[in-house]
């Protein structure tokens, strides 16, 4: 009697188990939102004409954390200028991995977050309002009705990629 309480129990608790562990849902790794590039001042990105006051605020969004952030720079007026910046001598800014760009920017205080400040960050407010007017100081009549072109690439902790076009028209006016 006792061997036949002892098997009908452990049957039960074995149903049990069983029924609970195929009843629960596989619930399947929640999977963080796409990153994204937003300019409030220009939500479609076309293209915005050199002036002194400009508002090139970008938020960028990585519910995954930011892993990788470059900023291609296409301009004839400061592509020579970062290339001093950067470690391999380019106007390619790796503002996460490239220490020696890193150091510079911090040094000049030109007020691009880098490093820390982008590295696994979910939400930062990357700001070229100061920088692009710039164009217009250093180019003169030589750059007249030029485009300068800003790409910023970046990758999350979840390897999606995500790249924008921010293209500036310079005109030169005497």
């Known amino acids: 009697m006792k061997n036949t309480l ?3 129990a452990a049957a039960a608790a074995l149903t049990i188990l069983t029924l609970s562990c195929c009843n629960k849902k596989e ?4 999977t963080a939102e796409a990153p994204t590039i937003e300019w409030a ?17 970008i938020r960028i969004r990585a519910e995954a ?5 470059v900023v291609d720079v296409d301009s004839h007026a400061i592509s020579p200028a970062i290339s001093l910046f950067t470690t391999d001598g380019t106007s390619r800014m790796d503002l996460i ?3 020696k760009l890193i150091a510079m920017l911090a040094a000049f205080n030109i007020g691009l977050p880098a490093g820390e400040q982008l590295q696994n960050k979910t939400d930062v407010l990357f700001t070229l309002s ?3 007017p710039m164009i217009s100081d250093i180019s003169g009549e030589r750059d007249h009705d030029t485009n300068h072109i800003f790409t910023l690439r970046m990758t999350d902790n979840e390897n999606r ?4 076009s921010l293209i500036f028209h310079y005109s030169y006016i005497q």
């Open 6 to 8: 002892f098997t009908n």
């Open 27 to 30: 619930e399947s790794p929640k």
């Open 97 to 99: 991995n490239d220490s």
């Open 161 to 164: 990629t995500l790249s924008k």
């Open 65 to 69: 954390g930011i892993r990788d952030f």
């Open 41 to 57: 001042a220009n939500p479609d990105f076309a293209v915005m004409e050199i002036s002194d006051q400009m508002d090139i605020d």
């Open 130 to 132: 100061s920088l692009v």
